[in-house]
């Protein structure tokens, strides 16, 4: 997957430019940045939700917004991306919201489907919740079962926009775990965004830093934490003297996608 | 003098966006319909919420308008002695005209509301982005079975609503103001036909159809959190009515 030279602009404010980035097969990119920066605006140009301004988005060498509408959707079968309250159709139950992608693009049948929902309601560990619904459901469940939705189709490459945010500890442990485990058992490409250093620490195969409409900085983990850049520093001490200037946030649209899909 | 026509432009500007989006999504819904997957189940859960939850406030509001419109005709009527034609005259009304307007009108306010209320609330929880994400059309599958249900099911609302505005035009002539049952019964079906009911139900289609695309649009592009589902639901119901009283004279018009 690979996004190359890839700038956004909302009115006047310019949140992405000339952004390039690469993540290959099997491997997990953890982004971080301050908030507002523009980490989520990065994530919907992966998955399409929002168009570039220019630059490209390829997913196995196939651009994004130069293939037809049916197979960017194609493509996009390839996505599972998990979004920040898990955005769950609160129409549906939570077997349903997972059997959605099943029912609507594969022709398994209604007992496969009942058994790949309780798979993927084990492997985010919250078995037997399939007539829940989502409004009964907490925070860190509601992200559980958005990873379970998300995995539904096997995708090979996993988004996950702040999974832990507004978590307590404990909760962000075992949302953690959990991604260790997907991971570990489906071995997808992963892009995850978070504010959160146990994240960082806990799924990561490479580091970024989003400042600037740029990825500034691309490492290990280990060498995030040792990092002597004081705007990494600043990151993993939580200082803000050692922060760069804070930038006006973006803004962000709420009808984002309307304009890469009207 | 600049800051007039700067206000009048914008508002001309935002006038014509919401006209061609209307138009952008229309296009959209269109290839929807004819496009698999289909979904009949959708379309029969919306039959019930529009068409079927609709029932008692549409039979309510046909009751009392017939009621009125006998009461009306009678004051009227009295005036050159031809209380006979009031029959008459309630059941041309509520065909051609009352019982298409006031259906569409009431339907708007129930269920061309809710649509924009709940689509807007799924573009702000980002449900929409969910859906684009699980590569799923969110226009075929949110707008499709609404507009299909309401084209369905408006038609079939204003056949009961005129039915039951005709019984209340009766209820009160016959009952209130001691009109002779047999003529009034008579002269109510004397001078209808049959293309005052299609008339009245081609108008309630299109009626269905208006209300529910806007409806939907209004939700679709809801912006901001939840100010923004109450706005687009306000407007939703604004704009649908305006629509459908708008679309009734050029319909009138081409169907007279």
Known sequence: ?262 | MNKFFEFFGRGLLNVMEGVGRFFVLLGLTMRGVVTPPFSPVATARQVVRVGVDSVPVVLLTALFTGGVLALQTFKGFQRFHAEGYIGSVVALSMLRELGPVLTGLMVTGRAGSAMAAELGSMRVTEQIDALISLATDPVQYLFVPRVLATILVVPMLVVLADAIGILGGYLVAVGYLGANPVIYMNNTFQYLSMEDMTSGLIKAAAFGFLLSLVGCQCGYDTKGGAEGVGLSTTKAVVMGSLSILIADFFLTKVLF
């Not at chain 1, 994004?64 to 996505?79: E, T």
């Not at chain 1, 349903?96 to 496969?112: M, V």
Request: aromatic content about 4%.
């Open chain 1, 1 to 262: 997957m690979k996004l190359t030279k890839v700038t956004k602009s909302f009115g006047t404010k310019t949140v992405l430019s000339g952004l390039d980035l690469t993540v290959t097969r099997g491997e997990s990119l953890v982004l971080v940045g301050q908030s507002g920066i523009g980490k989520s605006v990065l994530l919907k140009h992966v998955i399409g939700l929002l168009k570039p301004d220019s630059g490209t988005v390829e997913i196995d060498g196939e651009d994004l917004w130069k293939v037809s509408a049916k197979d960017r959707d194609r493509l996009r079968r390839k996505f599972g991306m998990s979004f920040q309250e898990g955005a769950l159709f609160d129409s549906m139950s939570v077997g349903e919201n997972i059997a959605f992608p099943l029912t609507r693009h594969t022709k398994k049948s209604k007992k496969e489907i009942a058994d790949r929902v309780a798979e993927c309601l084990e492997l985010v560990r919250l078995p037997g919740i399939e007539e829940k619904r989502p409004s009964e459901l907490s925070g860190g469940m509601r992200r559980r079962v958005g990873f379970a939705r998300a995995i539904a189709l096997q995708p090979e490459i996993l988004l996950f926009d702040e999974p832990t945010t507004g978590l307590d500890p404990i909760t962000t442990d075992v949302v953690v775990k959990v991604i260790e485990e997907m991971r570990a058992r489906l071995k997808p490409s992963a892009i995850t965004i978070t504010h959160d250093l146990k994240v960082v620490f806990g799924v990561a195969d490479r580091v970024g830093l989003l400042s600037g409409g740029k990825i500034l900085v691309d490492m290990t983990p280990k060498e995030f934490e040792q990092s002597k850049d004081p705007r990494v520093a600043a990151f993993v001490t939580g200082d803000s003297e050692l922060a760069p200037p804070e930038t006006e946030p973006e803004r962000r649209p709420a009808a984002a996608s309307a304009e890469a899909h009207p």
